[in-house]
């Protein structure tokens, strides 16, 4: 051993993004930075965002907390309805064919306070998937028939119906009503920082069955 | 089996329990209302196993409320309605009903006595045919001919009967037909006896207001319980599933179920850890994770009805 | 317990689980009809699943199927109880417990109140004829070769089809003609119906419904059962006066941990004063190791600390026989089982430490024995020193947990013996789960 003073290692990418850039105010923001963190490196996903909201607290007289929401791209799909699947499968559509769709993450840390007042606010916040996708779903009409001009007009048509078919079923909630993805990050004593991801979904909505 | 028995259905209330006693009821509040219970009693002619149940049908508090607030079901203090009921019992009604009794015990007896002589025949005749069968084995060196004839008696007979011999150990073919016959023929025309499964009659079908009782207590999870029923599941009692109901999809005779389900209150604390877990036990066995309980609105909006919010967590595989 | 049905889906078709619970989920009635009556018990077997679907569907075909399920259902569950004379065997309800024959009445004043010696209190049904197997393990004789049943013994007969209960002439209805009937408990030959025989006896002397189904529940599958001493539960309002003395005065038994765990926090022992494995030169590991123990830990071998008073639900209520265990219910032996049964729906939260540590202390030590025990680590920390079984029911589905003071302290891994070609250690690794 040559020296006898231990010298601090070089900060991590991640804390240095997190010292950096993190609002002391809010005790979200170093979670959600790390989520942020690790969706964009260990998940790959793109066009990554955070966005603000404003979350009432558990006692609804106190003032509200503010929460933060990731939303971006996957680099493939994260959740598919089993009645969407099996849709998919009798039209002969498989996951790539489909255009990949922004999510909606929650940040949370292991030893926060939730409840389902919280939890249903957050689902509040989020647009309505039906109108949403509606916006949506006219451009990747369009995506989808501009390249079924280039290779077969069949698969075009049936994109088309499939997405026509989703937003019907957007609206009804067959296939599912809102959803996001719940990011929890194991912290504190004894915490790896670990992130596990569950997808929520307002309502009872099926599980998946593989 | 499609009856209708004459509403409302009596619960018996027994020491803090619901029961239901009779198979109609039963029947129907399963076919009908999603109600399942659990069933908690021996199966008489099947005694000494645990995979098939019989009567009574314990309920939970939840699903006896439930029967009441839908005007199927009424609660009955049982203690009471027995003791009074019993003592109440006039000698002619006590005649009646032991008369009835009598020639139901007379007709479970001649169906068993002509049954036991019908096996008796079958067995005689496999007998034969064993023999026949042996011979044929020996003769052509073959070893399938046993093999069938035991295959065929091992399922003697593939339908239940009301009244086959509830006295199990006495009707392999060699004691059938050694026994003799004078016995069987002789105690056609002796009574069995019987033991009811309800207590109508001799009591009366419609419980007396005094022995009535008020809606069932039920906990917390009350409102979620009654959504999700509501929505079409079949609920069940879920703490050997590691969680408070198990919601089926259809009747749980049938399906398999969907939801691993438990309830909190609207502020109540979520430790984001029973979530993971929750969702975690729910896909390990290809099941949702569905927590969910009743909004408490703001108390400007009014007397509005209780509104309850369901999730489904879902393990993301990422 | 996990849903073995869709756990099953994971497993290749040819080798079915072998510790499949067929209880755990509610099962296809048709599938009983595979079962043959007429076969002795000895021989049932039990039927297969039935294929279960995921969601219905609109088809007449699952419709179908589910119709002749519940009607399988319906037809198995209106199955008779029904008694040949040749073997019928007769109780009748004695609402007021054990009293003697009228015959006897005149004979002995003083037995008036008790109906000879040794008939247990809350006994409540009568048999004057007792014969065939039950009352081998069940029941009481007295002097008047009456067998006296408790009420979980007479409502599980009845329930099986195996006991004709009747009403007392006491409580059905007042004839005219009949004088004397006040208190009367000779049979008035009505029988008791499966209804009324539960409203008699289920919240009878201590048999809450949550004990009456793990006590059919284990008698359908063989075993017997007795009631242990820790039914009745009578010194609760002398247990609350002790409560304050606080933890740390609990002896050394499990309960008494917490107290050493408090002792240690306040113990010099710290690394503030150099090194926890002290200092100078070490010359083995197991000194080391020795020294760095500085967790106390709970010695299952140390004396037997005096009970500490276990609650309800937290005691033992039933003694459990394996039906190979010889019984003799005179003179019954040392029991195969424990069981404390704990009602789900009022005892919310998982038990305390302390609750579980009296709970433990109140069974005998029983320490692993035998030469797989010696060999096998996992199979001794299993087995524990002590052990007890929560019958925990939820609304008459029962989860069984075995709960045993497994002596953790007492395994020094350091000083196990590494075996030859296997580094890691001398025990045998459990297989990962899940």
């Not at chain 2, 917390?220 to 009692?237: D, K, M, N, Q, V």
């Not at chain 3, 609760?236 to 309960?255: F, N, Q």
């Amino acid at each position: 051993m040559e020296s006898t003073v231990p010298t601090h290692p070089e900060p991590s990418a991640l804390t240095a993004l997190i010292s950096n850039t993190s609002a002391p105010s809010n005790p979200y923001s170093a979670t959600t930075l790390q989520i942020l963190h690790n969706l964009e490196h260990q998940h790959l996903w793109t066009s990554l965002q955070v966005h603000n909201l404003e979350v009432p607290s558990a006692d609804s007289e106190s003032p509200s907390l503010s929460h933060f929401l990731i939303s971006g791209i996957p680099p493939h799909r994260v959740y598919t309805h089993p009645d969407e699947q099996l849709y998919m499968l009798e039209k002969g559509l498989r996951d790539e064919d489909v255009d990949l769709e922004r999510m909606f993450v929650l940040p949370t840390a292991q030893g926060q306070s939730w409840s389902l007042r919280r939890m249903a606010a957050v689902f509040d916040s989020l647009a309505d998937p039906a109108e949403e996708f509606c916006s949506l779903s006219s451009s990747a009409g369009n995506d989808a028939e501009d390249r079924g001009t280039k290779a077969n007009s069949e698969k075009a048509a049936k994109l088309a119906e499939y997405y026509e078919r989703r937003t019907k079923a957007f609206r009804t909630r067959e296939w599912g009503g809102k959803r996001i993805l719940l990011a929890m990050v194991d912290k504190g004593m004894g915490g790896d920082g670990t992130v596990v991801y569950y997808i929520v979904q307002e309502g009872a909505v099926k599980p998946r069955q593989n | 089996m499609n009856l209708e028995p004459s509403l409302p259905i009596p619960i018996s209330y027994i020491a803090g329990n619901y029961f239901v006693f009779s198979i109609d009821a039963v029947t129907y509040l399963r076919r009908e209302h999603h109600i399942c219970g659990v069933l908690m009693g021996t199966l008489p002619q099947c005694p000494q196993q645990n995979v098939f149940l019989g009567l009574p049908l314990e309920l939970m508090p939840e699903e006896a409320r439930l029967l009441v607030e839908k005007g199927v079901a009424c609660i009955v203090d049982e203690i009471k309605a027995q003791k009074h009921g019993m003592k109440a019992l006039m000698a002619e009604d006590r005649k009646k009903y032991l008369h009835e009794l009598e020639s139901q015990g007379l007709q479970a007896m001649r169906l068993q006595h002509s049954r036991k002589e019908q096996q008796k025949e079958m067995a005689l005749k496999k007998i034969e045919d064993k023999k026949l069968a042996k011979a044929k084995k020996m003769a052509e060196k073959q070893a399938t001919a046993e093999t069938q004839v035991s295959a065929e008696e091992t399922q003697a007979d593939p339908m239940i009967d009301l009244f086959a011999d509830s006295q199990p150990s006495s009707s392999t073919p060699a004691q059938l037909a050694s026994r003799p016959a004078s016995i069987a023929s002789s105690s056609a025309n002796v009574t069995m006896g019987v033991t009811p499964a309800t207590a109508h009659p001799p009591l009366p079908l419609k419980p007396a207001d005094d022995q009535l009782l008020p809606l069932p207590e039920v906990p917390s999870s009350y409102p979620l319980f009654s959504h999700l029923h509501a929505e079409g599941y079949f609920l069940s009692p879920g703490l050997r599933f590691g969680c408070q109901y198990v919601a089926y999809p259809g009747d749980p005779l049938r399906f398999h179920s969907h939801f691993v389900v438990v309830s909190y209150e609207w502020d109540e604390e979520m430790d984001l850890m029973d979530l993971i877990s929750g969702g975690r036990l729910g896909t390990g066995v290809k099941k949702g994770f569905l927590v969910g309980g009743a909004e408490k609105k703001h108390k400007d909006i009014g007397e509005q009805k209780d509104t309850v919010r369901t999730f489904s967590l879902e393990w993301a595989g990422m | 317990m996990a849903d073995t049905d869709e756990a099953a889906i994971h497993l290749p078709r040819d080798s079915a689980p072998m510790d499949t619970d067929l209880s755990d989920e509610t099962q296809d009635f048709r599938m009983l009809n595979n079962i043959s009556f007429l076969t002795d018990g000895s021989q049932l077997t039990l039927p297969k699943r039935g294929e279960k679907d995921f969601e219905p569907n609109p088809t007449l075909y699952q419709a179908d199927i589910l119709s002749a399920s519940r009607q399988a259902m319906h037809n198995a569950l209106s199955y008779p109880r029904l008694h040949h004379p040749r073997n019928q065997i007769v109780g009748v309800y004695a609402p007021d417990g054990p009293a003697p024959p009228p015959s006897a009445a005149g004979e002995d004043t003083q037995l008036k109140s008790g109906a000879g010696v040794g008939i247990h209190p809350d006994s409540c049904v009568y048999v004057p004829i007792p014969r065939g197997q039950f009352f081998k393990t069940m029941g009481q004789a007295d002097r008047w070769n009456r067998t006296w049943l408790l009420p979980e013994e007479a409502l599980y007969l009845l329930e099986r089809g195996s006991l004709d209960i009747r009403w007392p002439r006491s409580m059905t209805g007042s004839d005219e003609e009949e004088e004397g009937s006040e208190g009367s408990i000779e049979d008035s030959g009505i029988p008791m119906s499966l209804q009324a025989a539960y409203a008699c006896f289920i919240g009878r002397g201590g048999l809450a419904v949550e004990r009456f189904t793990v006590y059919s529940g284990l008698k359908r599958l063989g075993y017997t059962l007795i009631r242990a001493p820790g039914w009745t539960d009578e010194e609760e309002a002398e247990a609350e006066e002790e409560a304050p003395e606080g933890l740390i005065s609990r002896g050394p038994g499990l309960a008494g941990i917490l107290g050493q765990f408090l002792q240690w926090f306040q113990s010099p022992i710290t690394t503030a004063a150099g090194p926890v494995a002290g200092v100078g030169i070490h010359r083995s590991y197991n000194d080391i190791y020795r020294k760095l123990a500085i967790i106390p830990w709970h010695n299952p071998v140390a004396d037997p600390s005096p009970p500490s008073r276990t609650h309800a639900p937290y005691c033992v209520v039933f003694h459990v026989y394996k039906p190979s265990t010889p019984f003799r219910k005179t003179s019954p032996p040392a029991p195969d089982f424990r069981i404390a049964v704990v009602n789900a729906r009022t005892n919310t939260t998982i038990p305390t430490m302390s609750q579980i540590g009296s709970l433990l202390d109140s069974t005998p030590f029983d320490p692993p024995k035998g030469e797989k025990m010696e060999r096998m680590l996992y199979l001794r920390l299993r087995q524990g020193y002590r052990s007890i079984i929560l019958a925990v029911v939820d609304q008459g589905v029962v989860s069984y947990l075995r709960v045993a003071d497994a002596g953790f302290g007492k395994e020094k891994l350091y000083a196990a013996k590494a075996q030859a070609g296997n580094k890691r250690s001398g025990f045998t690794r459990p297989k990962p789960k899940g």
